[in-house]
């Protein structure tokens, strides 16, 4: 099993609609959350923390259940710009501060 | 300010040469990881320095594979006698110590022939 697992997609969505990605992990010692944005042939960017009340930033809400063990991130009022590959990234809570990748989920927003 | 850079931006090679890749990290962060993301597929971690300290090479995939981090900055990471799964893009990052916020770099696409 994954320690990130994510549904890969893609989804196809029309412009304007809402649209939430699941992730799961397996680490249940895992400490911080994160959602980074990677955009075609680009590197990771993060999008947003993940905090245990959820927390929103303009269109975008993340929320995380840690008795279930998984973290998910609404988009709403989806724009074109929006289409990226949405990676759910996980810190085990290792030494180093080393992050453990989700495959990514790719979004394409569609006229 | 200035993000992460790395060189070259690609690199083709033959398989069994030896290539260097660069990363110049954010100044002022003492923190300095190397992933490399395979086609089609999530980030894979290969090492982690911090400051002065001695780096972890637990996600290194063999012993082809070797960094180093000259004055707590510029790090290079080496691959020796490329292989063709070697292919993929290499991501530096960097960070604060202690901060869990990554800054990549834009990446090394090798290609090995």
């Known amino acids: 099993r994954k320690e990130v697992e994510q549904d890969p997609g893609p989804f196809n969505v029309p412009e304007g609609a809402t649209v939430a990605f699941n992730c799961t992990y397996s680490?249940?010692?895992?400490?911080?959350f994160f959602w980074y944005r990677q955009d075609c042939r680009k590197e990771p960017k993060l999008l947003m923390s993940?905090?245990?009340s959820g927390n929103e930033d303009g269109r975008f809400t993340a929320q995380l259940n840690r008795a279930s063990q998984y973290i998910s991130l609404l988009i709403r009022d989806s724009k074109l710009s929006d289409s990226a590959t949405y990676l759910c990234?996980?810190?085990?809570?290792?030494?180093?501060?080393?992050?453990?990748f989700g495959g990514g989920t790719r979004l394409m927003v569609k006229p | 300010g200035a993000g992460v850079s790395q060189s070259p931006s690609n690199k083709v090679t033959e398989k069994g040469k030896d290539v260097e890749l660069r990363c110049d990290p954010i100044?002022?962060?003492?923190?300095l990881y190397w992933y490399r993301q395979s086609l089609g597929q999530g980030l894979e971690f290969l090492i982690y320095f911090q400051g002065n300290s001695a780096p972890d090479k637990s996600g290194l995939p063999s012993d082809r594979f070797s960094a180093e981090r000259t004055g707590g900055s510029v790090s290079t990471l080496t691959i020796q006698r490329t292989q063709q799964e070697d292919s993929a893009v290499y991501l530096c990052?960097?960070?604060?110590?202690?901060?869990?916020?990554?800054?990549f770099g834009p990446g090394t696409r090798l290609t090995v022939t």
């Open positions: 990234v996980v810190n085990p809570g290792n030494a180093g501060n080393m992050l453990t």
């Open positions: 993940v905090y245990s």
């Open positions: 990052a960097s960070s604060l110590a202690g901060d869990r916020v990554k800054y």
């Open positions: 680490n249940s010692a895992s400490q911080s």
């Open positions: 100044s002022g962060h003492t923190a």
